[in-house]
């Protein structure tokens, strides 16, 4: 949801060496998702826990890394966005291998939804008790990430190695 486009395809070309255009077409399907953050009247609220560890090594290009930095820091003043950035090695230690989404629907009734980004599968959780085991991770990152109003500094300290 915060990838810059270049960024967005060095990862995908990383990940999945593929086609060009198969290439192209994920990094457009990653752009498109992004809409949800800017669309009219209600956008999506997002609220993000980055891992240090990933702003610190790089996935690309400095230059791409900088403009990447430069985004999640420009996303950070959206009313609609919370960026927190866990200190190196919590995130490992509390949630484990690869990305956890979590999607709370504003719709009564819906059950939450998980989603398990994993280097070569994608993990969608049903049970209500591992529902509610992701949300104890998210709200223990939460809790021990620094605060969000901290996020565009931390950032530009990363930002400044690059």
């Given at each position: 949801?915060?990838?810059?486009?270049?960024?967005?395809?060095?990862?995908?070309?990383?990940?999945?060496?593929?086609?060009?255009?198969?290439?192209?077409?994920?990094?457009?399907?990653?752009?498109?998702?992004?809409r949800?953050?800017?669309?009219?009247?209600?956008?999506?609220?997002?609220?993000?826990?980055?891992?240090?560890g990933?702003?610190w090594?790089?996935a690309?290009?400095p230059?791409?890394?900088?403009?990447?930095?430069?985004?999640?820091?420009?996303q950070?003043?959206?009313?609609?966005?919370?960026?927190?950035?866990a200190?190196?090695?919590?995130?490992g230690?509390?949630?484990?291998?690869?990305?956890?989404?979590?999607?709370?629907?504003?719709?009564?009734g819906?059950?939450d939804?998980?989603y398990?980004?994993?280097?070569?599968?994608?993990?969608?959780?049903?049970r209500?008790?591992?529902?509610?085991?992701?949300?104890?991770?998210?709200?223990?990152?939460?809790?021990?990430?620094?605060?969000?109003?901290?996020?565009?500094?931390?950032?530009a300290r990363?930002?400044?190695?690059?």
């Amino acid at each position: 949801m915060l990838q810059t486009e270049d960024y967005a395809r060095d990862l995908v070309r990383r990940l999945r060496p593929e086609s060009e255009a198969e290439v192209e077409r994920r990094v457009e399907f990653r752009m498109r998702r992004q809409r949800v953050l800017r669309r009219r009247p209600r956008p999506l609220n997002l609220w993000v826990v980055l891992d240090e560890g990933a702003l610190w090594r790089p996935a690309c290009a400095p230059a791409t890394m900088r403009m990447q930095i430069r985004h999640i820091i420009e996303q950070c003043r959206r009313p609609n966005v919370t960026i927190q950035i866990a200190p190196l090695g919590i995130s490992g230690q509390v949630a484990g291998d690869g990305s956890l989404t979590l999607v709370r629907f504003p719709q009564q009734g819906l059950q939450d939804m998980v989603y398990l980004e994993r280097p070569d599968n994608a993990v969608y959780p049903t049970r209500r008790a591992e529902i509610e085991h992701h949300w104890h991770i998210f709200n223990t990152l939460v809790t021990e990430a620094a605060p969000p109003e901290q996020t565009p500094r931390v950032l530009a300290r990363i930002l400044s190695t690059y």
